[in-house]
């Protein structure tokens, strides 16, 4: 997707109408949906290479363009003349956003599917970590994820997943899932009310998707880690202050990806992304965390009453990541 923004200053209501006058003072763009989990990745130094479909349009070559001044390889994204690309524009006065502008497309076609789910089953071989970013907007079909859940049996990888209806009954085998509380409730079948609700959630989405953590999401709230055979473990947020949620769920899934192919634990990586998200909520617009905030974040917490965040060795020596593979940690660029 492409996430515009048109930045100015509200002085003054219209005449024609009971709505707000913004003069325009610049505008930014952005790569959107996956994109922006490509933008989080490369702001902390990861390598990735992208999947997916664009439209053969104007706002389909800025992401690719935008993609590539990020340093990811784009190779994979297919680009499409049927379908306009999706764009997302934001109208933000004053740090507020005032109004938002969707063009959404249609789904692509069968056709389309099956071209992108031969792209990714040729490149699959040598990733640490594979991502899936759904966004419900028609890419992730059930085929790729049943792919994706088999091959990672032969080769290994790190897969999570960041969920979206309709595909809730055709995720499973990962290694981590993050749906936000609303889409847990939806996915479970449990009105998520209080933290044994919560519990019952959990419980249900492991046994549903055959994961090996799901990780919920709550807003200011924090989020909980849910693992088969043992309790809850509760992050409380670790927002300052909120000036724009845009976003904060593709900084959660790029740092806890990040973190685990470099060789944190499932226990370790969400309190690293949980002190991302709490970076990025505190900027406006479509933000990613930097290597040296989320280092500041860090030293902040240990130096606070929270639980500390233990970090992976930086030797440049290769450990067990916890999932039966090895992962070289410290300098390396995990992709």
């Known amino acids: 997707m492409l996430d515009r923004f048109i930045w100015g200053a509200v002085n003054r209501i219209s005449p024609e109408a009971p709505v707000p006058v913004v003069q325009v003072t610049r505008e930014s763009a952005h790569p959107g949906g996956a994109?922006?989990?490509?933008?989080?990745?490369?702001?902390?130094?990861?390598?990735?290479?992208?999947?997916?479909?664009?439209?053969?349009?104007?706002?389909?070559?800025?992401?690719?363009?935008?993609?590539?001044?990020?340093?990811?390889?784009?190779?994979?994204?297919?680009?499409?003349?049927?379908?306009?690309?999706?764009?997302?524009?934001?109208?933000?006065?004053?740090?507020?956003?005032?109004?938002?502008?969707?063009?959404?497309?249609?789904?692509?076609?069968?056709?389309?599917?099956?071209?992108?789910?031969?792209?990714?089953?040729?490149?699959?071989?040598?990733?640490?970590?594979?991502?899936?970013?759904?966004?419900?907007?028609?890419?992730?079909?059930p085929p790729l994820l049943e792919m994706l859940a088999e091959r990672r049996k032969r080769d290994g990888y790190l897969l999570l997943i960041d969920p979206k209806q309709p595909n809730f009954p055709h995720y499973r085998g990962a290694t981590l899932i993050k749906p936000n509380q609303g889409e847990a409730a939806a996915a479970s079948g449990v009105e998520i009310r209080d933290e044994e609700s919560l519990r019952e959630a959990g419980a249900r989405l492991l046994e549903r998707w055959q994961s090996e953590a799901v990780l919920i999401s709550r807003g200011e709230?924090?989020?909980?880690?849910?693992?088969?055979?043992?309790?809850?473990?509760?992050?409380?947020?670790?927002?300052?202050?909120?000036?724009?949620?845009?976003?904060?769920?593709?900084?959660?899934?790029?740092?806890?990806?990040?973190?685990?192919?470099?060789?944190?634990?499932?226990?370790?990586?969400?309190?690293?992304?949980?002190?991302?998200?709490?970076?990025?909520?505190g900027k406006v617009g479509t933000a990613t965390v930097t290597r040296a905030e989320l280092a500041a974040a860090i030293d902040s917490d240990r130096a606070g009453d929270h639980e500390q965040v233990p970090l992976v060795e930086r030797s440049a020596g290769r450990r067990a990541d916890g999932h039966g593979r090895s992962t070289r940690a410290g300098r390396s660029t995990p992709k």
């Open 221 to 281: 709230h924090g989020m909980a880690l849910c693992r088969p055979d043992r309790p809850p473990r509760w992050f409380s947020t670790s927002a300052r202050e909120v000036f724009d949620v845009t976003g904060a769920g593709d900084t959660v899934i790029a740092i806890a990806a990040l973190a685990l192919a470099s060789g944190s634990s499932l226990a370790e990586a969400p309190l690293l992304a949980n002190l991302g998200a709490g970076i990025v909520v």
């Open 35 to 141: 994109g922006n989990v490509v933008a989080n990745l490369a702001a902390l130094g990861a390598r990735t290479t992208v999947y997916g479909w664009v439209g053969r349009d104007a706002a389909g070559r800025a992401i690719l363009s935008l993609l590539g001044r990020l340093g990811a390889d784009a190779r994979g994204v297919l680009l499409d003349d049927s379908l306009p690309s999706i764009e997302k524009t934001r109208i933000i006065a004053h740090s507020q956003q005032v109004v938002r502008l969707d063009r959404d497309g249609r789904a692509p076609s069968r056709e389309l599917s099956e071209r992108m789910l031969a792209r990714v089953g040729r490149a699959l071989e040598g990733f640490d970590a594979v991502l899936v970013s759904d966004y419900g907007k028609g890419a992730i079909q």
